[in-house]
Structures are given as structure tokens and as C-alpha cells.
């Protein structure tokens, strides 16, 4: 197994362009996450999605939109970027969400994004 | 405002001695789960305690949950220079109908040969 699987690694974007950061996981997991990680924050809760056809917002959603068509697949989409955007993201991927609450993550090298 | 937080900041030992980590947190959880992050790479998971659960062990960690006092810690043994890392605690909490997943910030974790 790949696990979840992260493209492009390295992104440089210029203010206002728009680009889709793309996830994949090949373990039949139902619930996907995008997190975004910077220097003292943290890990912060972009999007989730629960299935295919799902999506619910995180903690800090502005500017991005997701989809979920596929149970294997999960992009996230920046419609225009800022510098506000330039951030390490990460995806992740678990078991489906039972009355005990949330399984163990599995994450993504990460895609290294800086706006310029 | 953040859910879980880790204490201290940052942590240096020497390689042998042990390494104990913090979290605490403010609502009510499901569980809480503790994670390690290498150097540029993705988060890796440690261990998941639940709310009904007061300790739990893995290989040479050893995690404790406190729920009265809301507090979570992880106990490294025996630490090797290779545990160098940062390592963040994640807490499940109630949000009315479902639940979500809130990390920490993290601690950094320094271990001397």
C-alpha cells in the first residue's frame, strides 16, 4: 500500500493564481482531512470530509474548497492565493468515525506551498 | 481557541534518560492521541487513549490520562537520539452532534548522543 499520497511536494504561486493540491489514499478509509501547519500554530483543520460526497469545514476554511467524488480522493482547491496561504499541508486519512470518536490519523508527506 | 496543549515547548535530554511530555486541554473528550513529527515529514501515530482509560503503553512509551484534572502525558524511556522529533497531542472533543480531531502545538523533543 501507498498510504496517502500527497502531489505536488514544492508549489510557488504568485498572489491571486488559484491550484489544487491533490491527495489520494489507496487504504478504503472513509474519513479524509486537510490541515494546514505553520511555525507556532500547529496543526489547524482546513476541511474534512466523512464519504464520498461529504465535506464539512475545519477551523479555518476561507479560501479553499474541497470535494470528495471519490473515497480515494480528496483535493483541495486554493481559489486565489495570498500570502496569507504560504503553509506546509497536510492530508490525512482514518477509519470511519464510530460512537468512540475519531481513529488514528494517517498522514501525507505534506506539499510545501509558498505565495509570493 | 486551541483544545490541547502541550508542555513544555521544548525539551532537551541526554540519550538513556527519559522524556516526559504534557497536554492538557479544556472540554470534554472522546479520546486524545499522541503523535511524532521528524523533520519534514508527515505525523506518525503513537498512541490513542480513550476517555475510559487511565494508562496505556506502547514499546517504550507510556501514556496516562487524567480526566478530572484534564491532562495527558507521554512518558518516552530510555530515550534514543533517533526519538528526536516533535511530538503533538490531539484531542477528540464533543461538538454537539459529532466530534472533532483539535491538535496541539507541539513540543520539540532534542535527544543528545
Known amino acids: 500500500n501507498a498510504g496517502v499520497t500527497q502531489t505536488p511536494k514544492f508549489q510557488v504561486l504568485k498572489t491571486g493564481q488559484s491550484m489544487t493540491l491533490q491527495c489520494a489514499q489507496d487504504?478504503?478509509?472513509?474519513?479524509m482531512s486537510w490541515y494546514r501547519q505553520d511555525p507556532g500554530m500547529g496543526l489547524r483543520l482546513i476541511h474534512y470530509?466523512?464519504?464520498?460526497?461529504?465535506?464539512d469545514q475545519g477551523e479555518v476554511p476561507n479560501g479553499y474548497n474541497v470535494s470528495r467524488s471519490t473515497t480515494e480522493d480528496f483535493p483541495l482547491r486554493l481559489l486565489s492565493a495570498a500570502p496569507s496561504q504560504t503553509s506546509v499541508y497536510f492530508c490525512?486519512?482514518?477509519?470511519?468515525?464510530?460512537?468512540?470518536?475519531?481513529?488514528?490519523?494517517?498522514f501525507g508527506p505534506g506539499t510545501r506551498l509558498t505565495v509570493t | 481557541s486551541q483544545q490541547g496543549e502541550e508542555d513544555p515547548q521544548a525539551l532537551s535530554i541526554q540519550e538513556g534518560e527519559n522524556a516526559t511530555m504534557n497536554c492538557s486541554y479544556k472540554?470534554?473528550?472522546?479520546?486524545l492521541q499522541w503523535y511524532r513529527q521528524n523533520s519534514g515529514r508527515g505525523l506518525v501515530h503513537l498512541i490513542l487513549?480513550?476517555?475510559?482509560?487511565r494508562e496505556k503503553h506502547s514499546g517504550r512509551l507510556r501514556v496516562t490520562l487524567d480526566t478530572s484534572k484534564k491532562s495527558s502525558s507521554l512518558l518516552i524511556t530510555a530515550s534514543r537520539a533517533a526519538d528526536t522529533a516533535s511530538y503533538f497531542c490531539?484531542?477528540?472533543?464533543?461538538?454537539?452532534?459529532?466530534?472533532?480531531?483539535?491538535f496541539g502545538k507541539g513540543i520539540t523533543l532534542s535527544v543528545r548522543p
Open positions: 487504504m478504503n478509509h472513509e474519513y
Open positions: 472540554t470534554s473528550i472522546n479520546n
Open positions: 487513549i480513550r476517555s475510559n482509560e
Open positions: 490531539a484531542t477528540d472533543q464533543f461538538t454537539g452532534a459529532n466530534s472533532k480531531l483539535t
Open positions: 490525512a486519512s482514518s477509519y470511519s468515525f464510530v460512537a468512540e470518536g475519531w481513529y488514528e490519523q494517517y
Open positions: 470530509s466523512v464519504g464520498a460526497g461529504i465535506t
